[in-house]
Nanobody
Framework: VQLQASGGGLVQPGGSLRLSCAAS????????MGWFRQAPGKEREFVAG????????GYADSVKGRATISRDNAKNTVYLQMNSLKPEDSAVYLC?????????????????WGQGTLVTVSS
C-alpha cells in the first residue's frame, strides 16, 4: 500500500487549500481514510476521517466548519478541503488508511501512512 499526499504550500491566513491523497495497492475502497497533521514539536493529531463509502465523516473540533473531507473511490483518492486557514493550521498533513471501514480518531487504527505534505499559513 502506498499513499501519496499532495497540495500543500504557503497560504495567507484566511486562504484555502485542497489536499489530495492518492492510494495504490489493494487497500482503499473498503477502508476508512483519515487526515492527520503534525506541527514541529507537537504530537500527531487527527484532523478528519471518512468511511469507506463516504457516508460518514468526522472532524477535529479545531477544524470543524472549516474542513471538508471527501473521497473518490474510482480514482483511489481522498481529499481535504481546508478553508479560513489560520497560522495554527501550519503543519505537515498526512493521509492514512485504516484497517476498518468506518473512521476513527485513534492513530492506532491507521496502519498505512503517506509521507505528508507541508502546509504553511503565514502572511
Amino acid at each position: 500500500v502506498q499513499l501519496q499526499a499532495s497540495g500543500g504550500g504557503l497560504v495567507q491566513p484566511g486562504g484555502s487549500l485542497r489536499l489530495s491523497c492518492a492510494a495504490s495497492g489493494r487497500i482503499f475502497s473498503n477502508n476508512a481514510m483519515g487526515w492527520f497533521r503534525q506541527a514541529p514539536g507537537k504530537e500527531r493529531e487527527f484532523v478528519a476521517g471518512i468511511s469507506w463509502n463516504g457516508g460518514s465523516t468526522g472532524y477535529a473540533d479545531s477544524v470543524k466548519g472549516r474542513a471538508t473531507i471527501s473521497r473518490d473511490n474510482a480514482k483511489n483518492t481522498v481529499y481535504l478541503q481546508m478553508n479560513s486557514l489560520k497560522p495554527e493550521d501550519s503543519a505537515v498533513y498526512l493521509c492514512a488508511a485504516s484497517r476498518l471501514s468506518y473512521h476513527s480518531q485513534m492513530i492506532q487504527q491507521y496502519p498505512y501512512w503517506g509521507q505528508g505534505t507541508l502546509v504553511t499559513v503565514s502572511s
